[in-house]
C-alpha cells in the first residue's frame, strides 16, 4: 500500500504544474459549478459575466484551489456527452487563466478525455475524479502521462444509480481497501501526488456519512492529503429538515469535526466561511496550557 518512501512520513505538499501545495495547514477548495442541474448551485454560474464574479469572489474569500465542474454528479442527475462537457468547461478555464493566472484550477470530471483537453488547452493544475477511474479505463494512464494531482474519490456505481448501492458489510474496511488498490495501482504507473476523498453523500447513507466522518482518522493509514466534501449536501438538510440554500451552519459545524478527523482540504461553497472555520482551528489546535 505505502512504498518505503511513505510509510512513515505523510506527503505534506502536491507539486501542482511547478506550485508546490503545502498542507502543513489545511486548504480551501471552492466550487465552481458550471452546470444548470447541481444540487444546491445549479444554474447560478452559467453565464459567463456571474461565473466572472464568482471566480472573482472565491479567489478573494481565500481559496487555494478552484474546482471547476461541467458535469452535474448530484445522485439521479442526467448524462451528457463528452462534447458537452467541455462546451460548458473551456469558457469558464479560458477565463480563470485570462484573468487569474496564479489560481490552482481543479477540473472535477471523470472523463480522461476532458482531463487531456484541459491540460493540454489551459494547462490545469490537477483533476478531480468522482470515480477514481472506475468509469474511463483510461484515465489512470491519462493521469500518469500528464502528471498532474489527481483526487480520487470512493462512490460505487454512478450518479445515475448510485443511490441504490449504498449496501456494505464494512463501510470503513470496504474503502479502505477501494483506496488501498487504487493508490497501489497508480504508484506503480508513475503517478506521485495523489489526493483522497472517502465520497460524502456518494453511494452513502445518511448513516454510513456520519460512521465515515467519525473515522476519517482511519484513513491516515495512506498518508496521503486527504479530502473532505460536505458542504451542503443531504446529510445536514434532511438530517436538520432544512433546504441546501439553509445549510450553511450545518456545513461549519461539520467541517469543523473533519479538521479534527485529519482533513487537509475542504471542498466548498463558501470560501469565506471555511476559511473562518480553518482560522478558528487553528488556534484551537495551537492552544497550550500553561500560558
Request: charged share 25%; net charge negative; proline share 4%.
Amino acid at each position: 500500500m505505502a512504498n518505503k518512501d511513505t510509510l512513515f512520513l505523510k506527503k505534506n505538499y502536491i507539486n501542482c504544474v511547478g506550485t508546490l501545495l503545502d498542507f502543513s495547514i489545511p486548504r480551501v477548495m471552492g466550487i465552481l459549478n458550471i452546470t444548470p442541474d447541481s444540487f444546491y448551485d445549479g444554474g447560478y454560474y452559467y453565464e459567463q459575466d456571474v461565473a466572472k464574479e464568482q471566480v472573482i469572489k472565491l479567489v478573494e474569500d481565500g481559496a487555494d484551489i478552484i474546482d471547476v465542474g461541467g458535469y452535474s454528479t448530484r445522485p439521479g442527475a442526467d448524462t451528457i456527452p463528452v462534447h458537452e462537457e467541455w462546451n460548458r468547461l473551456e469558457p469558464v478555464l479560458e477565463l480563470i487563466r485570462e484573468n487569474f493566472p496564479d489560481v490552482i484550477i481543479s477540473v472535477d470530471t471523470f472523463r480522461s478525455e476532458i482531463a487531456g483537453k484541459a491540460k493540454a488547452e489551459y494547462n490545469i493544475d490537477m483533476v478531480n475524479d468522482i470515480s477514481a477511474g472506475e468509469l474511463d479505463d483510461n484515465m489512470f494512464s491519462t493521469i500518469a502521462e500528464l502528471q498532474v494531482p489527481y483526487v480520487m474519490m470512493h462512490m460505487k456505481g454512478n450518479p445515475q444509480n448510485m443511490r441504490h448501492k449504498a449496501q456494505y458489510n464494512d463501510l470503513i474496511g470496504e474503502i479502505t481497501a477501494y483506496f488501498a488498490e487504487k493508490v497501489d495501482f497508480l504508484r506503480t504507473l508513475g503517478v506521485k501526488d495523489m489526493i483522497i476523498d472517502p465520497g460524502f453523500g456518494f453511494s452513502k447513507t445518511i448513516a454510513h456519512n456520519f460512521i465515515l466522518l467519525r473515522n476519517l482518522k482511519d484513513f491516515a493509514i495512506f498518508n496521503l492529503p486527504l479530502l473532505v466534501g460536505l458542504s451542503r449536501k443531504s446529510m445536514i438538510y434532511k438530517t436538520l429538515d432544512i433546504s441546501p440554500q439553509e445549510s450553511l451552519n450545518g456545513t461549519t459545524a461539520l467541517n469543523t469535526l473533519a479538521l479534527l478527523q485529519g482533513a487537509d482540504i475542504l471542498r466548498v461553497h463558501d470560501v469565506k466561511e471555511a476559511r473562518e472555520t480553518m482560522r478558528l482551528f487553528d488556534k484551537y489546535k495551537d492552544a497550550d496550557y500553561p500560558l
